[in-house]
């Protein structure tokens, strides 16, 4: 709906982005006019400081789609394993390591690479996600869900200390009062940010990061630019579900999702690039452009056809240090 501006488009309809506001009435229950909604409005640039000086400091991406026009858990799917195998919802294996795939964090425990995915979800209830590591079965039945899933304050102790692993990887809380998903407030998300930003820069490990910070899909916020098509699913499976019609729709993941905001920050980084499409080639950035990097960064095998489809960023690392990365963000609004 929000894509096409209807539940059941036909195959050689065009994108239209006009059914954002239509979908948050229904799913909020509130009428349908444009002064009645958030959904297509935004942040001034003072109201959100964390993030504009994150941008104009390093890299922004103004073409990085999500992997999956629905929902988070299978857009971290595809960000951990190149693919969702087959789910288009939150629910049912993501909760009861279930998935079957290989994942990152196996390809990384079998390379003897190491990684730590701190997570801030504890307390899990229902609005609230497993960090992303916990969706596969084979973090369990390795003993990797005991010592490789950390609370998020070893994450900064670990970075003051200098000794965070090679691959880390960072959980906040979803979806009550940190992860900028209405109904979060964006100020808590940015403060969130803001305080991973500031150990990173103070950590003796400075010199040798990369951080990424990126959504995994668009929360129902609108957007004008229509999803790549044609993009492999990455296996042959589908998903289907009942659209608020009653009617039954069948996804092919073959379509990327929404447009999200992505920054590279790091001193290797240009200050204040914005970076369109890739360089070389016609595809577009998404989710597994990060294992497409990876994968070119350490040697490993391609995790699945996407992420083989993928363009990597690593031709906008450097290889001139910056001295003039800032050494803290700004207070997040209401901070």
């Known amino acids: 709906m929000q894509i096409f501006g209807d539940y059941h488009p036909p195959t050689d309809a065009t994108s239209s982005m006009n059914g954002f506001i239509t979908e948050q009435g229904r799913i909020y229950h509130l009428n349908t006019q444009p002064e009645e909604t958030e959904v297509i409005n935004y942040y001034k640039p003072d109201l ?21 026009p629905g929902a988070s858990n299978p857009n971290r799917a595809y960000l951990t394993s190149g693919t969702s195998y087959g789910k288009g919802h939150d629910k049912g294996a993501f909760y009861h390591s279930s998935l079957p795939q290989n994942s990152i964090f196996q390809q990384l425990s079998e390379k003897n690479i190491t990684w730590i995915n701190y997570e801030n979800t504890t307390n899990l209830g229902k609005s609230s996600f497993p960090p992303d590591s916990l ?131 790091s001193p290797w980084v240009e200050k204040g690039l914005v970076q369109n499409r890739p360089k070389s080639g016609n595809n577009d950035f998404t989710h597994t452009s990060i294992l497409k990097f990876v994968s070119e960064l350490w040697g490993l095998d391609s995790l699945s056809p996407r992420v083989e489809w993928s363009p990597s960023f690593g031709d906008l690392i450097t290889n001139q240090l910056r001295n003039d990365t800032p050494k803290e963000m700004p207070n997040a609004a209401g901070y």
């Not at 959100?48 to 999956?68: G, H, I, Q």
């Open 48 to 68: 959100v400081p964390v993030t504009s000086a994150m941008v104009e400091n390093f890299a922004l991406f103004d073409r990085w789609f999500a992997s999956v």
């Open 135 to 265: 969706f596969y079965e084979w973090t369990t039945r390795s003993g990797n869900s005991k010592t490789n899933v950390l609370p998020i304050d070893r994450f900064y102790q670990d970075a003051k200390a200098g000794t965070l692993p090679q691959f880390t990887w960072l959980n906040p809380e979803c979806c009550r009062y940190m992860s900028m998903h209405p109904k979060s407030p964006i100020n808590m998300g940015e403060n969130f940010m803001k305080g991973i930003y500031d150990t990173l820069r103070s950590s003796p490990q400075w010199n040798q990061t990369l951080l990424i910070i990126t959504w995994d899909e668009h929360g129902g916020f609108g957007d004008h630019v229509p999803p790549p098509t044609g993009v492999p699913a990455g296996d042959q499976l589908t998903y289907t579900e009942k659209a608020p019609d009653g009617k039954k729709y069948t996804f092919h993941f073959d379509r990327l999702g929404v447009r999200v905001p992505t920054i590279l920050i």
